[in-house]
């Protein structure tokens, strides 16, 4: 929760903290309970006991929810290759930047397990999914060009990455809940490597 | 040109030979001159002097018009795993079935280039190519699973693949029109390789 969650809910009349994180809690509940097509934002509102009218200063509609961090992730992994040690090669500096943002999940695994639950049902928010991995893989391909890296081998180097996170992720998701999640990765990186390899 | 191309036009009251060849060049050629967006379905028609009943009967909307041949590239992608050499690795049929299939494209360059373009130049378009890629990826998984290749191998060589063929495309599609796409293709299969090697 930040400062920027605390807002004045004009209709409510009084000053709601984590209006965010409530609205967040309230939609991943109805999406599961009831799935994402039959939820409406004025159920998600009433649910977190606030307005539309809140809902709609936080999120664009109510798919936006189920992405609401995918511009921090790109942030953060775009801020860890452009500060990666500089000997490190583009692909190590894309594995170590996904093993470190591993955490950014890490810490809620239910929360992305939920997500990830939801996003499988729906071929919009497949679509939609689809669309952040491509804005991702090219944002991290151009941090790697501005590390130097020549093309194509920042792009394949991005993409590869982004393609053995999307991997590593479904695969922990769907697996033993006790596993951590930047051990999958660091597997699914390996085998990346030793599968392209052998051509 | 198939047999399926030649339909009876109703409205028209005569039989259409290729219909469906020049609704595409008809297509392309509004979507170049125009725009996309500015295009509708009863300007092709007419371009195409067929009537707008003509043109549903082969496309669902003018979207769907750029991506007529997909489906035939990937059941011709998919039956080039399912069918190669027992001996090859995972990567290196994937790499071969799409440095086969390159002459899908390498027979009509220009073609290739302006569609290229076209989804260049709208959102909506490279969402839809996008979904398309993920599909094909997705296919081509699949049939290496076939082959009794496992996961997350199988995805891994796939989503690679996918990654290198739409890179190797972009770079066809861009850079000097005399070279051909199965000698770009195999140079950046072989960077794919080097890179991911460097971990």
Do not use: C
Not at 107 to 120: K, N, S, T, Y
Request: glycine residues 6%; negative net charge.
């Amino acid at each position: 929760m930040s400062l920027t969650d605390i807002r004045y809910d004009a209709v409510m009349g009084r000053w709601e903290p984590d209006a965010r994180g409530r609205l967040l809690q309230a939609a991943f509940e109805l999406y599961v309970e009831r799935g994402f097509e039959e939820t409406t934002v004025a159920e998600i509102a009433a649910k977190a006991r606030l307005t539309e009218r809140t809902f709609f200063r936080h999120f664009t509609d109510k798919r936006e929810v189920l992405f609401a961090g995918a511009s921090d992730l790109q942030a953060l992994l775009v801020n860890l290759v452009l500060n990666a040690p500089a000997a490190l090669t583009p692909m190590a500096t894309v594995r170590a930047a996904f093993i470190e943002a591993a955490a950014f999940f890490g810490e809620q695994p239910e929360f992305a397990r939920q997500r990830q639950r939801i996003i499988l049902s729906s071929t919009e928010l497949q679509e939609r999914e689809l669309i952040k991995l491509a804005t991702l893989a090219s944002a991290m391909g151009g941090a790697l060009r501005e590390r130097g890296v020549k093309e194509p081998g920042a792009s394949l180097a991005a993409e590869a990455g982004v393609t053995a996170f999307r991997i590593a992720f479904d695969r922990w998701a769907n697996g033993p809940t006790q596993r951590e999640l930047a051990g999958v990765m660091d597997d699914v990186f390996i085998q990346l490597r030793s599968i392209t390899s052998e051509t």
